[in-house]
């Protein structure tokens, strides 16, 4: 599905997915990174339909 340029435009860009995963961890939510088909940048969305979810790790 490509991302609405609204919506590109509204969230948080990270250069790259382990800075966008790193964050996502800092706040512990269950995000996923994913790059961009607009920006090229990654954003995190909560969206799992249809996508494997890793198994959080014990901290």
């Known amino acids: 599905m490509r991302t609405k340029l609204s919506v590109c ?4 860009r990270f250069a790259s997915e382990e800075d966008a995963l790193s964050h996502a961890r800092s ?3 269950p995000l996923r990174p ?3 088909d607009r920006c ?3 954003h ?12 959080q ?3």
């Open 27 to 29: 706040i512990a939510l």
């Open 9 to 12: 435009l509204k969230k948080t």
């Open 57 to 59: 790790s014990a901290s």
């Open 34 to 36: 994913y790059r961009c």
């Open 40 to 42: 090229r940048q990654f």
């Open 44 to 55: 995190l969305t909560g969206r799992t339909k249809g996508k494997r979810v890793p198994r």
